[in-house]
């Protein structure tokens, strides 16, 4: 498994086409830090298309813009879903309000187990 470290979040490759995106705790995600996220997982997959297992840490935010940037058609043009893995109501909040409110380009999906998210994302490989 191939593994990078960034200051707000670790990407890694779980299997071909399969990024897990891990953000830190107690971090503020912006628009710079997302488009750093998508150079990562693109040179992960060999610029392939891929979908994303997302993590999100304790307390960590994205400010407007980065969520309207990782919600564009231009943003996820290689990625193909998300599945947002959540462990708590806060999560699930901010989870629904990223889906319903920024509508992302690619399908996009909130999971309690991480089993039923990878089964779910791996439908689109």
């Not at 997959?45 to 564009?72: C, I, P, Q, W």
């Not at 708590?88 to 901010?94: E, K, Y």
Request: net charge positive; proline share 2%; with cysteine.
């Amino acid at each position: 498994m191939k593994r990078i470290e960034l200051n707000k979040a670790t990407c890694k490759l779980l299997e071909v086409g399969l990024i897990n995106l891990i953000i830190k705790n107690y971090v503020e995600i912006d628009a710079e830090d997302m488009i750093e996220i998508r150079k990562i997982n693109e040179k992960l997959t060999h610029n392939n298309n891929y979908v994303v297992l997302f993590e999100t840490g304790l307390h960590s935010t994205f400010t407007k813009d980065a969520r309207e940037l990782v919600s564009s058609f231009e943003y996820g043009q290689k990625r193909k879903a998300i599945a947002i893995l959540i462990d708590n109501l806060s999560q699930r909040i901010v989870g629904n309000f990223f889906i319903n409110i920024n509508k992302p380009s690619t399908p996009t999906k909130i999971f309690t187990s991480k089993k039923d998210a990878l089964q779910w994302l791996k439908t689109f490989l």
